[in-house]
Structure formats: structure tokens, C-alpha cells
């Protein structure tokens, strides 16, 4: 009996022992919260990129650019604060990406491929570019990847371009080139400028957005076909806030928050062609100046951005005051007689008189959307009825809803402007034909103007207003005329 009660003891001591000992390891194991967790539990989501107009910059309204943005949704997504980090170059960011205390992910307008897939995951697929050889204006055109043996040529360090060149100089043996890991795509852009390297590789929607800068770079030609961008997550058998992502990314698809970034990023890039983007550097620095403190004034008493109101005041008269056009507008704002009168300028011909009324009337046009409207699509809606008038954007926007797209989504209404001036279609509206596709080409054009003058006004890059800093445009300060005017991308 005793001998039974002292085993059952035992047993029962075992049993308990055993117990506390796998409820211990279950607690533990349950304790290391996974990456998705940890990052829901800092309230931060941590992430590093790179400082260039297609990914992350500052303006004056603080962060913004493509990958931020994106990047900003999933933290909201997530609930969680976003922290940016950026990295030297790319071998930087990967080496970051990769320690045990280093950020969650890298939005970078990365490339998956060769050996980086050895060092990191990459998310499903963002963005569709294509790599592209660039050369300078007037130097023999390259048209194939064996004109490149012979060239000087520079790439980043660790980029996916440095692999594609490793891959080619297998082919043929005699091709040099240099990886640099002190330079970003733009110094590199700013070197085929000037004549110091004569090639450079870069993602079409890199050269997209830097295009404007560099008027003598021009594509070579395509360096293989398009591929996808990726998000890059540290390695390791912890897929939570891998598959959190993917799922995000895929929703951000769906749901058209992506197209829409795209659209707000790169849906109006390539607008100037090569003697736009020249001319408009040219004027930047010789005509702004003038004007900029017009601009400043009238955007602060609208509380709006000069920016804005410079971009507008270019697509109207490229800055100059005594423009002039055959249905009777006039003035660096471009403002009818009757708009003229109803804001008060006395003299259209008056730079700052000219600036203040547009500026005026177009805070009114923005002011009178409905209220479903919201920004940034209120600002260039605000734009197009400031063109076109209220009653045709009117008229566009109920033919958006009719074909079941959003009325209050300027990718959508953007669609039906062009509709305006087809007799098929405006017979149907309220009131009839409209040059709705040179909207689409006004807005187009402003919001063009307007990321070029955000980029060149971030903090870091002004010192002081445009006038007096002489601006700070790679490339923009030699006056050499673009040699072949009449191509265009
Ligand atoms: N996508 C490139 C890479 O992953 C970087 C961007 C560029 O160089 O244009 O290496």
C-alpha cells in the first residue's frame, strides 16, 4: 500500500515535473513574439532606402517620394509608426538589411536576382522597369550590348546592373567597367552629362523621373527586357511579416492604391521630351528668380504650395509676363480680361498683379469642388476645372460614374476627358464639347513642373530661395544647347 502511494507520488511529481517543463519551453517558445509581432509591438515599422527622386526625398512638406509612400501605407496598414533609414549604397543597405538589430525591410526600387537572392527575400513584385543604357547626346549612339566593349562605363556598386554587366563581360571578355559605391543613379546620370563616363545603366522609371535634370542623357537602348521592383525582408524561416507584406502588396493591386501611386508618380513623367526638360532648366534659372517671391506671397496668403502656383504660372507663359495669346489672354497667369476684372488686376501685364489674380482664382476653383473630392486628386482636379471650367469636368465626371468608374478619382476622370471632344459622346452631356485631352495635358504638364520644383526646393538642396542659390541643378549651368533638338524619347 505504502510502496504503491509512494510510486504514485513519484509518478504523479514526474508527471507535474513534466508538465511545468514543457509549459516552461511552450512559454518560452511562445515568449519570442514573430517579426510581425515584434514590429506590432514597437509600434514602428523600421525601414531603409535610398535618397533619390524614385524613392525617398524631403520637401518642404517633410517625406515623400514612390517607395515612402508606399511604404507609409503598409505602416498604416499595419497600425504602426513609419521610421525611415537610408542607405550609402546598395551593398550598404543589404549589409544593413541583413544584421540581427537592422530594419524590417528595404524599399529601395530593388531588383531580385543572382546573388542578392542568396542574402534576402524579396516580396512579390511592385513595378514593372526596364534597365536601360544611357549615353550622352552627340557621342556615337550604342545599339547593342557589344558596343558597350570599349566604353568608359559606370554602374552602382551591388546593383543589379553591376551583375547584368558581369554577366555580359563572360560574353565578351574585353568589356570593362567600374562599379562605384560613392554615387547615386543621379551623380551617375550627372557623369554621362558632363562627358565623364560615356555610359551608365539605369531602371526606366529611375531615368524617368531624373530626365529633366540631365538634358544631354539619352537612352541607348533597353539592356534586356522589363522586371519586377521587389521589397527585400531579411532571411530566415519566419514568414509572418513576409506573407503580411505580400498579402499588402497584392491588396494595394487590387484595390488600385498602387496604379494610383504610380500614376501620381510616374503616370506624368516624360512629358518634356529632351528640349523641354533643357528649356525648362534654362528657365528655372534664369526666369524663376524673377518671380519667385510673387509666387511665395500669394501661396502663403492661400495657404497653398508656390510651387503649385509656379508650375501653374509655367504652363501658362513659361514665366514670362508679356505673353500673349490669339483668344485675347495675357500675362505670366494667362488670365482672360473677365477673370482679370473679377480678381481685381487692373494691369494683366503686371508679373506680381498677375500671379496674385491667377493665384486667387484658381484657390476659388479649387475651393468650389465638392467636397467628395479629396486630396491629392483635389488638386489636380483643381486643376482641370481651372482649365476647362467646372460645368465640362462636371460633365466628365458624371461620365466617369456612368461607365462605373469613381467621379471623385482623377485616374478615373482623367480617362473620360478625352471623351469631350467626341461628338459620340458629348451629344450626351450637359454641356458638349470640350478639348478635355488638352487637360489631361495641362494638368499633365503642371504636376511635371511641380515635382521637378519640389525636388530641387528639399531642404537639403536649397540653400535659401532659387534666387539667390543659384540653383543647384546638376548639369543645368552649361548652356550647351541640346545638339539634335528635333528627338524625342
Ligand atoms: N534596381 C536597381 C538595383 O536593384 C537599382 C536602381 C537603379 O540603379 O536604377 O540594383
Known amino acids: 500500500m505504502f510502496a504503491l502511494t509512494v510510486s504514485r507520488v513519484r509518478r504523479t511529481a514526474w508527471f507535474l515535473a513534466t508538465c511545468i517543463f514543457l509549459l516552461l519551453s511552450g512559454c518560452s517558445e511562445a515568449k519570442v513574439p514573430t517579426a510581425l509581432e515584434r514590429v506590432q509591438k514597437d509600434g514602428v515599422l523600421r525601414v531603409i532606402t535610398r535618397n533619390s527622386p524614385a524613392t525617398y526625398f524631403q520637401d518642404r512638406n517633410g517625406d515623400t517620394g ?82 558597350l566593349v570599349g566604353k568608359r562605363i559606370m554602374v552602382l556598386k551591388g546593383s543589379s546592373h553591376a551583375a547584368q554587366l558581369a554577366e555580359l563581360k563572360k560574353r565578351y571578355p574585353k568589356l570593362q567597367y567600374q ?80 496604379q494610383n501611386l504610380k500614376d501620381r508618380y510616374y503616370g506624368h513623367v516624360d512629358v518634356l521630351g529632351y528640349v523641354g526638360a533643357y528649356t525648362f532648366a534654362q528657365h528655372l534659372q534664369q526666369r524663376l528668380p524673377r518671380y519667385e517671391q510673387h509666387f511665395r506671397q500669394s501661396a502663403q496668403n492661400l495657404q497653398m504650395d508656390w510651387r503649385l502656383l509656379a508650375a501653374i504660372g509655367y504652363q501658362e507663359s513659361m514665366w514670362q ?84 468608374l469613381n467621379p471623385n478619382k482623377w485616374l478615373d476622370v482623367k480617362k473620360m476627358l478625352p471623351r469631350l471632344s467626341q461628338k459620340q459622346w458629348y451629344r450626351k452631356t450637359r454641356n458638349g464639347y470640350a478639348r478635355g485631352g488638352e487637360t489631361v495635358h495641362f494638368v499633365q504638364n503642371i504636376r511635371r513642373y511641380y515635382d521637378i520644383l519640389t525636388w530641387v526646393t528639399q531642404p537639403q538642396m536649397e540653400g535659401g530661395q532659387l534666387a539667390e542659390s543659384g540653383l543647384h541643378l546638376p548639369g543645368v549651368n552649361k548652356t550647351r544647347p541640346p545638339e539634335n533638338p528635333d528627338e524625342k524619347l
Not at 238 to 243: K, M
Open 179 to 258: 562599379e562605384s559605391d560613392a554615387d547615386e543613379m543621379v551623380d551617375l546620370l550627372g557623369k554621362v552629362d558632363v562627358g565623364e563616363i560615356d555610359l551608365t545603366l539605369i531602371d526606366s522609371n529611375e531615368l524617368a523621373m531624373n530626365q529633366v535634370y540631365f538634358p544631354n542623357v539619352r537612352v541607348a537602348f533597353d539592356l534586356g527586357d522589363a522586371r519586377g521592383l521587389a521589397w527585400a525582408l531579411p532571411l530566415g524561416s519566419d514568414n509572418s511579416l513576409f506573407d503580411e507584406v505580400n498579402k499588402f502588396l497584392d491588396k494595394t493591386k487590387q484595390d488600385g492604391t498602387l
Open 66 to 147: 514612390f517607395e515612402y509612400e508606399l511604404a507609409k501605407r503598409f505602416a498604416d496598414h499595419l497600425g504602426v509608426k513609419l521610421e525611415i533609414e537610408t542607405a550609402d549604397n546598395l551593398d550598404d543597405l543589404y549589409d544593413k538589411l541583413s544584421q540581427p538589430d537592422g530594419p524590417s525591410l528595404a524599399a529601395a526600387g530593388l531588383t531580385p536576382g543572382g546573388a542578392r537572392d542568396a542574402q534576402v527575400r524579396f516580396t512579390h513584385s511592385y513595378l514593372d522597369v526596364t534597365p536601360q543604357v544611357v549615353y550622352r547626346n552627340g557621342d556615337p549612339r550604342p545599339t547593342r550590348p557589344e558596343d
Open 321 to 404: 509676363p508679356d505673353a500673349t495669346s490669339k483668344t485675347g489672354v495675357r500675362g505670366l497667369m494667362m488670365l482672360t480680361n473677365r477673370t482679370a476684372q473679377a480678381m481685381g488686376v487692373s494691369n494683366r501685364l503686371d508679373a506680381k498683379q498677375s500671379i496674385q489674380g491667377g493665384s486667387k482664382y484658381f484657390g476659388q476653383v479649387k475651393d468650389e469642388l465638392p467636397g467628395s473630392i479629396k486630396e491629392p486628386d483635389r488638386t489636380w482636379f483643381a486643376l482641370a476645372s481651372y482649365n476647362i471650367g467646372s460645368a465640362h469636368l462636371d460633365d466628365a465626371r458624371k461620365l466617369a460614374e456612368q461607365e462605373g
